[in-house]
């Protein structure tokens, strides 16, 4: 099984404020250029008004993959020069999307604070997901 954790609590509360505002509870989790979780609905202009987001005006937020030596590596090619076959280690080479719903409460708790991170662990037939509360300031 492998494990992907989401620290970028900034990404995060953007990604909750704007999923709670436009009430739907459906983030993506892809796997392309890096790995990362991603809105799953359309951004208007407005929306890239208040927080760009990445090239595309996508709200993004990298995850990075904790290895069975509990070595962290980052999942964003902007700080990864080895990223495709890091990515492909921790998830495959088949580029993927996965629907994942976070009810409101969660997305309350990710708008609201920055003591958490988002785990995913995947394995060949299944991921589970969730929120772990951690220390203040880490």
């Known amino acids: 099984m492998e494990k992907i954790v ?3 609590c900034k990404e995060l509360r953007f990604l909750a404020e704007e999923m709670l505002n436009k009430k739907t509870n459906k983030l ?12 799953s609905h359309k951004r208007s202009q407005e929306d890239k ?8 005006g996508n709200l993004v ?3 990075n993959w904790v290895t069975s030596w509990n070595e962290i590596i980052s999942l964003n090619p902007k ?10 280690d921790a ?7 996965e629907e994942l719903e976070f009810p409101n409460r969660l997305l309350q708790f990710m ?4 003591n958490y ?3 995913v662990n995947i394995s060949n037939d299944c991921i589970e997901y969730g929120i772990n509360q951690t220390k203040e300031g880490k």
């Open 28 to 39: 993506f989790l892809v796997k392309d250029d890096g790995a990362y979780l991603t809105q």
């Open 61 to 63: 937020a990298y995850g």
């Open 79 to 88: 700080e990864n020069k080895n990223i495709w076959n890091d990515t492909s």
């Open 91 to 97: 998830l495959g080479g088949d580029d993927f999307v």
């Open 117 to 119: 991170h988002i785990f």
């Open 49 to 56: 008004n208040i927080f760009l987001g990445n090239q595309n």
């Open 111 to 114: 708008e609201a604070n920055t």
């Open 6 to 8: 989401f620290i970028d």
